[in-house]
Protein backbone atom coordinates (compact mmCIF):
# COMPACT_ATOMS: atom_id res chain seq x y z
CA UNK A 1 0.00 0.00 0.00
CA UNK A 2 1.29 3.62 -0.81
CA UNK A 3 -0.10 6.93 0.29
CA UNK A 4 -2.47 9.60 -2.41
CA UNK A 5 -0.32 11.79 -0.94
CA UNK A 6 2.58 12.20 1.48
CA UNK A 7 2.66 15.93 3.22
CA UNK A 8 5.54 17.47 5.12
CA UNK A 9 3.83 20.14 7.26
CA UNK A 10 6.83 22.82 6.87
CA UNK A 11 6.13 26.19 8.82
CA UNK A 12 5.77 29.45 6.38
CA UNK A 13 7.10 31.91 8.77
CA UNK A 14 10.20 31.91 11.37
CA UNK A 15 9.53 32.05 15.20
CA UNK A 16 9.15 29.92 18.99
CA UNK A 17 6.94 26.64 18.37
CA UNK A 18 4.76 27.42 21.85
CA UNK A 19 1.93 24.60 20.83
CA UNK A 20 1.48 21.39 18.94
CA UNK A 21 -2.16 20.87 18.64
CA UNK A 22 -2.50 16.80 17.28
CA UNK A 23 -1.33 13.17 18.62
CA UNK A 24 1.10 11.32 16.67
CA UNK A 25 -0.73 9.03 15.02
CA UNK A 26 -3.84 11.08 14.77
CA UNK A 27 -6.18 11.27 12.23
CA UNK A 28 -6.79 14.75 11.17
CA UNK A 29 -8.65 17.08 8.56
CA UNK A 30 -7.62 19.72 5.64
CA UNK A 31 -8.17 22.97 8.14
CA UNK A 32 -7.05 21.59 11.21
CA UNK A 33 -5.01 23.63 13.95
CA UNK A 34 -1.85 21.92 14.22
CA UNK A 35 0.70 23.93 15.36
CA UNK A 36 0.97 27.75 16.36
CA UNK A 37 4.23 29.52 16.03
CA UNK A 38 4.29 32.84 18.86
CA UNK A 39 2.34 35.57 17.32
CA UNK A 40 3.35 38.56 19.15
CA UNK A 41 5.70 39.71 16.34
CA UNK A 42 3.33 39.27 13.96
CA UNK A 43 0.64 41.04 15.91
CA UNK A 44 3.61 43.95 16.38
CA UNK A 45 4.09 44.09 12.83
CA UNK A 46 0.55 44.04 11.76
CA UNK A 47 -0.58 47.27 14.03
CA UNK A 48 2.41 49.10 13.40
CA UNK A 49 1.26 49.14 9.18
CA UNK A 50 -2.26 49.25 10.41
CA UNK A 51 -0.79 52.01 11.82
CA UNK A 52 0.59 53.67 9.10
CA UNK A 53 -2.02 53.15 6.41
CA UNK A 54 -4.39 55.61 9.18
CA UNK A 55 -1.66 57.96 9.74
CA UNK A 56 -1.87 58.21 5.46
CA UNK A 57 -5.50 57.76 4.91
CA UNK A 58 -5.52 61.46 7.07
CA UNK A 59 -2.63 62.41 5.33
CA UNK A 60 -4.70 62.15 2.02
CA UNK A 61 -7.88 63.72 3.14
CA UNK A 62 -6.13 66.40 4.48
CA UNK A 63 -4.08 66.76 0.93
CA UNK A 64 -7.70 66.23 -0.84
CA UNK A 65 -9.13 69.17 1.23
CA UNK A 66 -6.61 71.85 0.60
CA UNK A 67 -6.92 70.46 -3.25
CA UNK A 68 -10.35 71.47 -3.24
CA UNK A 69 -9.51 74.92 -1.47
CA UNK A 70 -6.93 75.26 -4.05
CA UNK A 71 -9.19 74.51 -6.88
CA UNK A 72 -11.38 77.73 -6.05
CA UNK A 73 -9.07 80.03 -5.51
CA UNK A 74 -7.25 78.86 -9.17
CA UNK A 75 -10.28 80.33 -10.16
CA UNK A 76 -10.15 83.37 -9.12
CA UNK A 77 -6.21 83.55 -9.56
CA UNK A 78 -5.47 83.13 -5.89
CA UNK A 79 -3.11 80.29 -6.02
CA UNK A 80 -0.81 80.00 -9.03
CA UNK A 81 -1.48 77.02 -12.01
CA UNK A 82 2.16 75.89 -9.81
CA UNK A 83 0.98 75.89 -6.53
CA UNK A 84 -2.28 74.16 -8.01
CA UNK A 85 -0.32 71.00 -9.42
CA UNK A 86 2.16 71.01 -6.55
CA UNK A 87 -1.00 69.92 -4.46
CA UNK A 88 -2.25 67.49 -7.08
CA UNK A 89 0.85 65.84 -7.08
CA UNK A 90 1.15 65.71 -3.67
CA UNK A 91 -2.51 63.57 -3.72
CA UNK A 92 -1.78 61.71 -5.87
CA UNK A 93 1.77 61.01 -4.43
CA UNK A 94 -0.48 60.34 -1.26
CA UNK A 95 -2.75 58.19 -2.69
CA UNK A 96 0.44 55.70 -4.14
CA UNK A 97 1.72 55.54 -0.47
CA UNK A 98 -1.46 54.20 0.69
CA UNK A 99 -1.52 51.53 -2.06
CA UNK A 100 1.80 50.59 -0.56
CA UNK A 101 0.65 50.33 2.96
CA UNK A 102 -2.45 48.30 2.39
CA UNK A 103 -0.25 45.81 0.71
CA UNK A 104 1.92 45.84 3.89
CA UNK A 105 -1.21 45.77 6.07
CA UNK A 106 -2.18 42.29 3.67
CA UNK A 107 1.05 41.24 4.32
CA UNK A 108 1.20 41.17 7.41
CA UNK A 109 -2.20 40.01 8.60
CA UNK A 110 -0.69 36.76 5.95
CA UNK A 111 1.99 36.23 8.44
CA UNK A 112 0.03 36.63 11.26
CA UNK A 113 -2.04 34.06 9.88
CA UNK A 114 0.64 31.46 8.85
CA UNK A 115 2.00 31.47 12.77
CA UNK A 116 -1.25 28.99 12.93
CA UNK A 117 -0.13 26.25 11.24
CA UNK A 118 -3.19 23.90 9.76
CA UNK A 119 -3.12 20.64 8.11
CA UNK A 120 -3.43 21.51 4.21
CA UNK A 121 -4.36 17.59 3.58
CA UNK A 122 -6.62 14.91 5.38
CA UNK A 123 -4.71 11.97 6.67
CA UNK A 124 -2.88 10.67 9.56
CA UNK A 125 -0.35 12.40 11.19
CA UNK A 126 3.10 10.42 11.91
CA UNK A 127 5.68 11.17 14.70
CA UNK A 128 6.45 14.90 15.20
CA UNK A 129 9.84 16.30 14.41
CA UNK A 130 10.41 19.06 16.69
CA UNK A 131 8.98 19.79 20.32
CA UNK A 132 7.57 22.61 21.67
CA UNK A 133 9.43 25.42 22.68
CA UNK A 134 12.22 24.93 19.77
CA UNK A 135 12.94 28.12 17.14
CA UNK A 136 12.03 27.10 14.09
CA UNK A 137 12.49 28.77 10.69
CA UNK A 138 10.46 28.54 7.26
CA UNK A 139 14.01 26.72 5.55
CA UNK A 140 13.78 23.45 8.21
CA UNK A 141 13.57 20.81 5.67
CA UNK A 142 12.18 18.12 8.10
CA UNK A 143 9.34 20.74 8.69
CA UNK A 144 6.96 19.70 11.94
CA UNK A 145 5.12 16.70 11.05
CA UNK A 146 4.34 15.03 7.97
CA UNK A 147 0.60 13.59 7.17
CA UNK A 148 0.21 10.41 5.20
CA UNK A 149 -2.81 10.81 3.12
CA UNK A 150 -5.25 7.39 3.59
CA UNK A 151 -8.70 8.69 2.54
CA UNK A 152 -7.96 7.49 -0.74
CA UNK A 153 -4.89 5.09 -0.82
CA UNK A 154 -3.40 3.41 -3.54
CA UNK A 155 -1.97 -0.36 -3.92
CA UNK A 156 0.46 -1.18 -6.39
CA UNK A 157 0.69 -4.48 -7.85
CA UNK A 158 1.88 -6.82 -11.62
CA UNK A 159 0.09 -7.76 -14.01
CA UNK A 160 1.62 -9.97 -16.27
CA UNK A 161 2.42 -8.62 -19.71
CA UNK A 162 -0.12 -11.16 -21.10
CA UNK A 163 -2.98 -9.23 -19.39
CA UNK A 164 -1.86 -5.88 -20.89
CA UNK A 165 -3.39 -5.39 -23.91
CA UNK A 166 -6.83 -6.02 -22.42
CA UNK A 167 -6.22 -3.76 -19.60
CA UNK A 168 -5.47 -0.56 -22.04
CA UNK A 169 -8.70 -1.61 -24.44
CA UNK A 170 -10.99 -1.03 -21.28
CA UNK A 171 -9.56 1.89 -20.78
CA UNK A 172 -9.67 3.06 -24.05
CA UNK A 173 -13.57 2.20 -24.05
CA UNK A 174 -13.83 4.34 -20.94
CA UNK A 175 -14.40 1.43 -18.54
CA UNK A 176 -13.72 1.44 -14.51
CA UNK A 177 -12.06 -1.62 -13.81
CA UNK A 178 -12.70 -2.73 -10.50
CA UNK A 179 -10.01 -4.16 -8.45
CA UNK A 180 -10.39 -6.57 -5.39
CA UNK A 181 -7.79 -6.12 -2.44
CA UNK A 182 -7.62 -9.59 -0.51
CA UNK A 183 -6.23 -10.43 2.59
CA UNK A 184 -2.73 -12.46 2.49
CA UNK A 185 -4.94 -15.90 2.85
CA UNK A 186 -7.19 -14.95 -0.24
CA UNK A 187 -9.55 -15.62 1.89
CA UNK A 188 -11.37 -12.39 2.78
CA UNK A 189 -12.09 -9.57 0.72
CA UNK A 190 -10.98 -6.42 2.11
CA UNK A 191 -12.07 -3.32 -0.25
CA UNK A 192 -12.59 -2.61 -4.00
CA UNK A 193 -11.07 0.42 -5.49
CA UNK A 194 -10.54 1.41 -9.55
CA UNK A 195 -7.71 0.69 -11.51
CA UNK A 196 -6.10 4.02 -11.50
CA UNK A 197 -2.63 4.01 -13.84
CA UNK A 198 -0.04 1.41 -15.28
CA UNK A 199 3.83 1.93 -15.77
CA UNK A 200 5.03 2.56 -18.84
CA UNK A 201 7.89 -0.35 -18.89
CA UNK A 202 7.84 -3.72 -18.50
CA UNK A 203 9.82 -5.90 -16.04
CA UNK A 204 12.02 -7.87 -18.69
CA UNK A 205 13.29 -10.01 -15.89
CA UNK A 206 9.86 -11.17 -14.21
CA UNK A 207 7.71 -10.06 -18.10
CA UNK A 208 5.04 -8.00 -15.52
CA UNK A 209 3.79 -4.35 -15.62
CA UNK A 210 3.46 -2.22 -12.80
CA UNK A 211 -0.13 -1.30 -12.02
CA UNK A 212 -1.69 1.26 -9.28
CA UNK A 213 -5.29 1.10 -8.30
CA UNK A 214 -6.84 3.24 -5.96
CA UNK A 215 -9.42 2.57 -2.97
CA UNK A 216 -11.62 4.97 -0.83
CA UNK A 217 -10.64 3.32 2.29
CA UNK A 218 -13.54 4.89 4.42
CA UNK A 219 -13.63 2.32 6.71
CA UNK A 220 -9.63 1.56 7.18
CA UNK A 221 -9.66 -1.73 6.23
CA UNK A 222 -6.22 -1.27 4.22
Known amino acids: MTAANTVTVRSRVDGQLIAL ?3 EGQQ ?3 GDLLAQIDP ?4 VALAQAQGQLAKDNATLANARRDLARYQQLAKTNLVSRQELDAQQALVNETQGTIKADEANVASAQLQLDWSRITAPVSGRVGLK ?3 VGNQISSSDTAGIVVITQTHPIDLIFTLPESDIATVVQAQKAGKALVVEAWDRTNSHKLS ?7 DNQID ?3 GTIKIKARFTNQDDTL
Do not use: M, R
Not at 40 to 43: D, T
Not at 192 to 198: A, F, I, N, P, W
Open 129 to 131: QVD
Open 192 to 198: EGVLLSL
Open 204 to 206: PTT
Open 21 to 23: HFQ
Open 40 to 43: SQFK
Open 28 to 30: VNA
